[in-house]
């Protein structure tokens, strides 16, 4: 039986990408877990998911403090991942995105495939979480580090025998950055076994949810100054840094939920007209695709891979300016159907979200890893013959 070894950026919060991460445990339920940093009580309700994994982490998760200013000490990723040995593995996974986890070496007869959720999007320019070029001696910071680390990122890129991409965007960022080819699977998606039942009068008396990080990247203050601009109700499911500066901003048919169990989560799914998302070069997008999964149009700017998943007109609507009268004009639009009509663009939205369940995931990574496994042996045995 072949030693798995997945390696994951880091464990500080519990999102998209730690998801991914459980689903590839699942599938490889003996392999060890590396991680730069790792903060339990930080994961809400991932924190169970993990609580029997066998994790190890580097050698900065022992330093005091230093887990808290990753961000700025990220030129510290190269030493981080390059100090880790994994000699002892036929397969290494890495889960790479910002602090570029697939920057681990490893041996020739060791197949290490990365599932890449994006490239790092401060070194290439993409909105980050936070807006960290408005300062300008954080700029001439920012810029000095990260000419290095872009060296650095794609040099690590071509230690990587094979590409996994979660979404085509992805695979066209991977191709761009790191001229590399790359597998598109799609990351898994929690999709109900039965299409929920939603009660009739949703269409008229529902509200629109919308569940996200609360970063700046993620414009939640597109969606809050919607609702006060139409009078829509609003709730919002997540947490994050910029949550004070939205509780500030929003009128009195916002509610936030902060974060919710999953029978919660799903509660709330069940009483939503639409899922509204204003995220801007979102790689692949699981909140909206789950919501799809839960009979819930979607409501979302037309950027990134949310342009793969959401068809206009038919799973729900997207809309071309980031801006509240934009968002409200693509409300409008979801507002005008008929009970007919928006019933058939619930059973659509089902019908979409239905690939990118984590039985497909599972069944076509698995796939995938046992394929390159066998033609690194064929190529070993080959080359001592």
Same mark, same amino acid.
């Given at each position: 039986?072949?030693?798995?070894?997945? $390696?994951?950026?880091?464990?500080?919060?519990?999102?998209?990408?730690?998801?991914?991460?459980?689903?590839?445990?699942?599938?490889?339920?003996?392999?060890?877990?590396?991680?730069?940093?790792?903060?339990?009580?930080?994961?809400?309700?991932?924190?169970?998911?993990?609580?029997?994994?066998?994790?190890?982490?580097?050698?900065? *998760?022992?330093?005091?403090?230093?887990? %808290?200013?990753?961000? =700025?000490?990220?030129?510290? @990723? =190269?030493? !981080?991942?390059?100090?880790?040995?994994?000699?002892?593995? *036929?397969?290494?996974?890495?889960?790479?995105?910002?602090?570029?986890?697939?920057?681990?070496?490893?041996?020739?007869?060791?197949?290490?495939?990365?599932?890449?959720?994006?490239?790092?999007?401060?070194?290439?320019?993409?909105?980050?979480?936070?807006?960290?070029?408005?300062?300008?001696?954080?700029? $001439?910071?920012?810029?000095? !580090?990260?000419?290095?680390?872009?060296?650095?990122?794609?040099?690590?890129?071509?230690?990587?025998?094979?590409? !996994?991409?979660?979404?085509?965007?992805?695979?066209? &960022?991977?191709?761009?950055?790191?001229?590399?080819?790359?597998? $598109?699977?799609?990351?898994?998606?929690?999709?109900?076994?039965?299409?929920?039942?939603?009660?009739?009068?949703?269409?008229?008396?529902?509200?629109?949810?919308?569940?996200?990080?609360?970063?700046?990247?993620?414009?939640?203050?597109?969606?809050?100054?919607?609702?006060?601009?139409?009078?829509?109700?609003?709730?919002?499911?997540?947490?994050?840094?910029?949550?004070?500066?939205?509780?500030?901003?929003?009128? =009195?048919?916002?509610?936030?939920?902060?974060?919710?169990?999953?029978?919660?989560?799903?509660?709330?799914?069940?009483?939503?007209?639409?899922?509204?998302?204003?995220?801007? *070069?979102?790689?692949?997008?699981?909140?909206? $695709?789950?919501?799809?999964?839960? @009979?819930?149009?979607?409501?979302?700017?037309?950027? @990134?891979?949310?342009?793969?998943?959401?068809?206009?007109?038919?799973?729900?609507?997207?809309? %071309?300016?980031?801006? =509240?009268?934009?968002?409200?004009?693509?409300?409008? &639009?979801?507002?005008?159907?008929?009970?007919?009509?928006?019933?058939?663009?619930?059973?659509?939205?089902?019908?979409?979200?239905?690939?990118?369940?984590?039985?497909?995931?599972?069944?076509?990574?698995?796939?995938?890893?046992?394929?390159?496994?066998?033609?690194?042996?064929?190529?070993?045995?080959?080359?001592?013959?």
């Amino acid at each position: 039986m072949a030693k798995i070894a997945l $390696v994951h950026d880091h464990l500080l919060e519990f999102g998209g990408a730690e998801r991914v991460l459980v689903a590839l445990k699942k599938i490889y339920p003996d392999a060890d877990v590396y991680t730069a940093f790792l903060e339990r009580d930080n994961l809400g309700i991932g924190k169970e998911a993990i609580a029997d994994w066998d994790i190890r982490t580097s050698w900065a *998760d022992k330093v005091p403090g230093l887990k %808290r200013l990753y961000s =700025p000490l990220r030129f510290l @990723g =190269p030493y !981080i991942w390059e100090s880790l040995d994994f000699a002892g593995y *036929d397969i290494v996974i890495s889960s790479s995105a910002t602090l570029m986890s697939k920057g681990i070496i490893t041996r020739p007869e060791t197949l290490h495939i990365s599932y890449l959720h994006h490239p790092p999007r401060y070194l290439y320019y993409y909105e980050t979480a936070m807006e960290w070029q408005k300062y300008w001696p954080i700029r $001439v910071y920012g810029h000095f !580090i990260n000419h290095g680390l872009r060296q650095y990122d794609y040099l690590s890129s071509q230690r990587v025998d094979y590409f !996994i991409a979660n979404s085509e965007e992805t695979r066209r &960022r991977i191709r761009k950055v790191y001229r590399r080819d790359s597998c $598109v699977i799609y990351p898994p998606v929690v999709i109900p076994e039965q299409a929920p039942v939603r009660s009739a009068d949703v269409q008229a008396n529902g509200y629109y949810l919308t569940v996200s990080r609360l970063a700046r990247a993620k414009h939640i203050d597109i969606l809050v100054e919607a609702s006060k601009l139409n009078g829509f109700k609003l709730k919002i499911i997540g947490s994050g840094r910029d949550l004070q500066r939205l509780q500030a901003l929003a009128g =009195p048919h916002v509610e936030f939920h902060g974060g919710v169990s999953d029978s919660e989560r799903e509660a709330l799914y069940a009483g939503a007209k639409g899922f509204l998302f204003a995220s801007v *070069d979102e790689e692949f997008g699981i909140a909206p $695709v789950e919501a799809l999964g839960f @009979g819930v149009p979607v409501i979302a700017y037309a950027s @990134g891979g949310l342009k793969e998943t959401v068809t206009d007109g038919v799973n729900g609507f997207l809309y %071309r300016t980031l801006s =509240p009268d934009a968002l409200v004009a693509a409300i409008e &639009r979801l507002e005008s159907l008929s009970q007919q009509e928006y019933a058939t663009m619930c059973r659509n939205s089902r019908t979409a979200a239905e690939r990118y369940s984590h039985t497909e995931f599972a069944r076509h990574f698995s796939s995938f890893v046992e394929e390159k496994r066998a033609e690194l042996d064929s190529r070993l045995v080959g080359n001592t013959s």
